[in-house]
């Protein structure tokens, strides 16, 4: 099946700074979703990306499925912004496969 | 609108016993995914349903079953529990399984098997 990795695995920005993070997969995919999963487990929707680029807000996120990776961009990082983002791709029908995620930890 | 609901919460549970999880679509979504995700890794696939039939199952043990009800609202049922059911369980739903199948999650159950 399909291996969907993030990098970097941990992160620990001072309020304010930007950040990239970045997830690569190992086949072409048509959809890509990222995710950031609060302290108490909840997974919010970020983007739904299969390719091109979209922003909300500070957030934005580029997909370039020809060469099979995505970039989520966080800038002006506030505390609020901690927990783990993932990624995850569509396998056949309708099953996402995730990646292992990266800790973000914004310091004030 | 409401998002995605899931029933209990919380659960605490011993090996060997029955477990039952309930998930609530989105209004006028018609398929449901189901997912489990242990301490600091992504979730894993359990089942996928779209309009009551299985349309896809992770590599589970038979221990785990599902099922969707005519309203769409889904149950995941784990017999036999050990210790390593001990997990996060996520319900998602999305509105359709081609075209545009973005999946939006509920809060999850948290089960711990003592």
């Known amino acids: 099946g399909i291996q969907v990795e993030q990098s970097p695995p941990d992160l620990i920005l001072q309020e304010g700074a930007n950040s990239t993070l970045r997830c690569n997969f190992s086949?072409?995919?048509?959809?890509l979703q990222w995710f950031h999963q609060n302290p108490w487990g909840q997974l919010i929707n970020l983007f739904y990306i299969p390719s091109g680029t979209k922003q909300n807000g500070r957030l934005s996120a580029t997909t370039v499925a020809t060469e099979r990776y995505s970039l989520l961009y966080i800038s002006s990082s506030q505390t609020t912004d901690s927990g783990v983002y993932f990624c995850?791709?569509?396998?056949?029908?309708?099953?996402?496969?995730f990646g292992a995620g990266t800790i973000l930890r914004v310091k004030s | 609108d409401a998002g995605v609901t899931q029933s209990p919460t919380h659960l605490i549970k011993t090996r060997g016993q029955h477990v039952t999880l309930r998930c609530s679509p989105i209004s006028g979504h018609k398929s449901v995914s189901w997912y489990q995700q242990v301490l600091g890794q992504g979730p894993q696939f359990i089942f996928q349903?779209?309009?009551?039939?299985?349309?896809g199952r992770g590599n589970f043990p038979d221990r785990f079953s599902a099922r969707q009800f005519p309203n769409y609202s889904s149950e995941l049922n784990v017999n036999a529990l050990l210790l390593g059911d001990s997990a996060l369980y996520l319900c998602?739903?999305?509105?359709?399984?081609?075209?545009?199948?973005?999946?939006?999650f509920g809060p999850g159950t948290r089960l711990t098997v003592t």
């Open positions: 349903y779209y309009e009551k039939e299985e349309r």
């Open positions: 086949d072409s995919v048509n959809n």
């Open positions: 998602a739903s999305s509105l359709e399984v081609s075209g545009r199948p973005e999946q939006y």
């Open positions: 995850a791709v569509i396998e056949y029908g309708n099953k996402l496969v």
